[in-house]
DNA sequence: GATGAATGAGCATTCATTCAT
DNA sequence: AATGAATGAATGCTCATTCAT
């Protein structure tokens, strides 16, 4: 039986116990976020989160008081997507809402395949999960209002149809990319990269001009022939 | 001793011990598809399927080897929102992609709440059960592929781009629908209906503006003013 | 691994399966009585309950649906102790009140000390466990209301004082046995016969003897000298 | 390093690390003991424990070696109620029985509520705990044997009759006291102490009589008419 | 003296599944 | 066809205890 970061074992300059145990928490997190995606929530059992983290049993329930929080915990952490999207919708200053959604597109592109694995499985765990589906549900909501609320100011500008559903829009942007990475979520890194790039140019294009006013269209076209 | 639906089998009359074993078998079944969409598959017991079903926990292995054969059956036989799309599809001829998307889109508006559940729980479970997920993805490829095959007939008539990616189109106008499912899931049927046809008919038309072509799109909103 | 017990080990003809079935959820009843008498009811596992029984631990969850309603149902059935104590009383008639507390003490001799070590198990138990002290409380009331009844007819009769506390008398006589067996229940049966026996005679006399009235107590004493 | 207690050790002021944690250790065990009242030793985890004393689990080790030494401290420390019978009794010098027995009783009427609470659970423990029986059986012992041992005199002087099994009447006695303070621990002080004042006057009375010889009776009946 | 990380055995309970009837 | 007794492995979680710091 290998004794695995057994305390005492490692007499390194960087853990102090306190560091230390930061370290085996984040493991034990690591783990559980692996082991989530993979097999889903009720499909991973704290034992097998355990021995992944090399860890015992006991410990897990040192750090989190229940296997549930340990699932909050992870979906309060780990917000690279909404973020991305936010941080984008942010900056916007008065970019055009096709250089917009491009960049959002572009930025989603950055985010891992592990990510969009993540993604799929609190979407999924949410369906059932009622308390997870508010905090999935109120992080929605933010995202798709921030979008909205962009676009709504370039509806202004003359950009945007202002017959146009934005919230059909935002709705339909989201959704797009979110169902392609549960559909690739198996992909490796590399072949993730070049797919994701692809579908998100494409995709933010299409959506842009499914909203844009027939002025900002020709106007495009001319540009780019 | 294997028994077998043939023609000379069923001159019993209705009420007949081999229709009431049909009729038990069928409540199990739906019993299952309704929990599982609740609280999904690992999450709901043999034993509650039972009681939901008012069958004893014995019968559901007399009728399915095992609690995933359940699963698979539900799988195969409900197909409802693949379905709509492939029919629709069929049925194209040689109407614009317009029309088709619009059919579609009326199509999915048809679908209850409870068969959005139903996709919404398919699409999560397959993320975590291999051989679903094989059966998901296939599923999804052919009304994928359909689209994708009609809408290239489409763009030969010159209403659609040669440009666009038909690929991402089909992906994002499926997976728009696919989220706006699981955000509304929870509605009552009346909401349900009303907010699936608005967003429907938006979400059609901007996917369509999204690939047409630029002569299609003058003669569509000089038709529509 | 010796098979106890198994389904199909017996053809025996008393033994159709439900009555099989039914001398098992007794077998664990049993056991589990031993067990929690000797070592408490949070002393005893439910696995050790199992083996005690020759049963595995699922069985027991199949008849109880927790630890706790193996408690309550324990609680619920074994009586003898009160229902010996009521017995006596309803067969009062106009037996004088010294008759009867030497019948319910004759009557309490013939409780066997497991019974007794049962009513300490109980008597502990409910100090920590709110629902069985409740039921506890209640069945001790309706015995020591009993009894108080049964002797307030006697105060009429002239046999007891009318000044003495009923309730103290009742309180007081059931405490001391509870108390003796709860502190001679490691006894064999054979001397828990001969002291029990001796105990409940002379507590009896003298519990009479406490609230008898002068005339009684003279009456008796000429009788036997 | 053993640290000793010894008599020049004790120069520093109160507020010492010494009397410091002297201080601590005590609060442990105030907090286990009214813990073990309310759920028994093993309801109550030396979580709670700590919890209760403010103070780390780690701690409540470094002071008891083992969950049990902290019980079988208590045990040996706390001993009023057994103390208080003791004290009474050596005190009795050639006053009456009666009034050996009402001044018990007032001594008894004197311990709260939670030193009833405190004898039930230790005896509710000791049926259990073989070591802590051993410990419980022979103080009753002594507290029983006292009683009986003060009684024999008075049997001498008269007072008593030659023909009242003693120990019947000490087991008696005290078992009565026992019953009562099990039955009546969760009320609040002042009930408490109305309750167990008049239970305890009209008990030691009763019992008195139970054992009193003749001449005694009619002696204390023309005193009291 | 005091902390709290860490352990490993144990807990009550649930589960899908089997099988004799 | 249908029951429900029975299994045995697994589950999330708690426990008393140890020990390096």
Redesign the interface.
């Known amino acids: 039986m290998t004794r695995r970061a057994g305390p005492g074992t490692r007499t390194s300059p960087a853990g102090s116990r306190a560091a230390q145990s930061a370290i085996r928490r984040e493991q034990v997190l690591a783990a559980a976020l692996e082991l989530f995606c ?3 929530y ?2 991973t059992s704290t034992r097998r989160i355990a021995e992944a983290a090399g860890v015992t049993e006991g410990l897990i329930f040192h750090y989190f008081a229940t296997k549930e929080a340990l699932l909050f915990e992870l979906a309060a952490q780990r917000h690279t997507f909404a973020g991305q999207v936010l941080t984008v919708m942010q900056r916007a200053g008065d970019r055009s809402a096709r250089e917009l959604l491009l960049a959002v597109a572009a930025g989603l592109t950055g985010v891992s395949s592990e990510e969009g ?1 993540f993604i ?2 609190m ?3 949410a ?2 999960n009622p308390s997870l589906r508010a905090q999935v ?1 109120s992080a ?1 909501a933010v995202v798709l209002g921030g979008i909205v609320r962009t676009l709504a100011r370039r509806v202004e500008a003359g950009e945007l149809r202002a017959d ?2 934005l919230e ?2 935002a ?10 990475f ?2 690739h ?1 198996h992909l490796g890194p590399a072949a993730w990269r070049r797919e994701a790039a ?2 998100a140019e ?2 933010a ?8 006013s ?1 002025a900002a ?2 106007a495009h ?1 001319t540009k780019c022939p």
């Open positions: 993979e097999h889903g009720a499909g694995a799929g499985f979407l999924a765990e369906q059932v549900t929605t146009a559903s059909a829009a709705h339909g942007f989201f959704g797009g990319f979110l169902f392609f549960t559909q979520r692809a579908f494409a995709w294009d299409q959506c842009w001009r499914g909203i844009a027939p269209l020709s076209s």
